[in-house]
């Protein structure tokens, strides 16, 4: 069983820039593809993210491009997400997700993943 936990979040102003990480323990993450979603209030769950399990692709939501960047330290099983000129818009829980089985299901699918941690609040102000 993967255990999945988010860290990074807090209060920051637009156009600052927060690291969130997400440490996995129970397995190791450098077999996982890997991927950040985010729930903003009243929202759906939406994908924001996805690294493959190898490093060598990545996939951004249009609203991100350019402003996250996802990577990831094997040596430390954590999986990151460096979030510059952060909006308003981006106020949300953040989830990472663990995809150990790799599948078909396109990684901006939820169905794609297996394991989810519980999230990290980031708010930005304006």
């Known amino acids: 069983q993967v255990q999945l936990v988010e860290s990074g979040g807090g209060l920051v102003q637009a156009g600052g820039s927060l690291r969130l990480s997400c440490a996995a323990s129970?397995?190791?993450?450098?077999?996982?593809?890997m991927g950040w979603f985010r729930q903003g209030p009243g929202k759906e769950r939406e994908f924001v993210s996805a690294?493959?399990?190898?490093?060598?692709?990545?996939y951004y939501v249009d609203s991100v491009k350019g402003r996250f960047t996802i990577s990831k330290d094997n040596a430390k099983n954590t999986v990151y997400m460096q979030m510059n000129n952060l909006k308003p818009e981006d106020t949300a829980v953040y989830h990472c997700?663990?995809?150990?089985?790799?599948?078909?299901?396109?990684?901006?699918?939820?169905?794609?993943?297996?394991?989810w941690g519980q999230g990290t609040q980031v708010t930005v102000s304006s």
């Open positions: 690294l493959t399990w190898d490093g060598g692709n990545s």
């Open positions: 997700a663990a995809e150990q089985e790799h599948t078909a299901v396109p990684l901006f699918d939820r169905g794609a993943y297996e394991y």
């Open positions: 129970g397995g190791t993450s450098k077999n996982y593809n």
